[in-house]
């Protein structure tokens, strides 16, 4: 059984630059969510996916981030113009469709983003 | 927006003891997950509970969702080197526009001394 993988799992760029993260969910799974991270914090949610469907996006994801899931199954999550306060852990999350799967999540290792 | 307080922040234990921690919100939750982050890593799901007043054990882990729907225990039983690690809580709102989306707590930082 495949988790959900992220990649690249460390990613360190100079501000202004653009970055893309890649996100492949648990197989079956037709719910995809991203969120971040920061150092001694709980994980924030930014936005989730249902199959290709964007159905939710929070007040953290600005204008410079765009998330896809163009085929209902791997996601990307792109930052533009990369800020050092975008420095933290992305990490993306999947679930089953249907009670009760839909409220289990299961998180992938994360990438890791340092912006110099 | 809903907030999540998780309390201890940390704890230090030697092995063997057991271990308690909480987190309550202003907000009800229709469901709440236990996870556990081990560093650099994901968080993994230990426990997801259901309804107001169930309890349910994973292994040497029990979890208790609150009557009020506003809070929730983790208690860990005979703790091991292993158990080291970040605790957060996580609750599922009841539906609206926030369905998707779980709240996290701050974590509770798990120290256990040989």
């Known amino acids: 059984d495949t988790g959900v993988s992220q990649d690249p799992r460390h990613k360190i760029t100079k501000r202004g630059q653009n970055v893309t993260f890649r996100c492949d969910p648990i197989?079956?799974?037709?719910?995809l969510y991203w969120y971040r991270q920061t150092l001694g914090q709980g994980p924030e949610f930014l936005t989730y996916f249902q199959n290709e469907a964007q159905l939710e996006k929070s007040r953290l994801l600005s204008d410079r981030f765009s998330a896809e899931r163009p085929k209902g199954s791997f996601s990307t999550l792109e930052i533009q113009r990369t800020e050092q306060g975008d420095s933290a852990m992305y990490l993306c999350a999947s679930s089953l469709p249907g009670q009760p799967g839909d409220n289990e999540q299961f998180f992938g290792p994360g990438t890791r983003l340092t912006v110099l | 927006g809903q907030q999540l307080n998780q309390s201890p922040q940390s704890m230090f234990i030697q092995e063997g003891e057991d271990v308690s921690m909480n987190c309550t919100s202003s907000s009800i939750f229709n469901t709440w997950l236990w996870y556990k982050q081990d560093p650099g890593e994901g968080p993994v799901l230990l426990i997801a509970l259901y309804k107001a007043g169930e309890l349910t054990s994973n292994g040497r882990l029990t979890a208790q969702f609150g009557i009020t729907r506003k809070d929730s225990f983790l208690n860990i039983s005979a703790s091991i080197p292993s158990d080291v690690g970040i605790y957060f809580c996580?609750?599922?709102?009841?539906?609206?526009?926030?369905?998707?989306?779980?709240?996290f707590g701050q974590g509770t930082i798990l120290t256990v001394h040989p």
């Open positions: 197989s079956e799974h037709n719910r």
């Open positions: 996580a609750g599922r709102g009841a539906g609206g526009t926030s369905y998707g989306k779980l709240t």
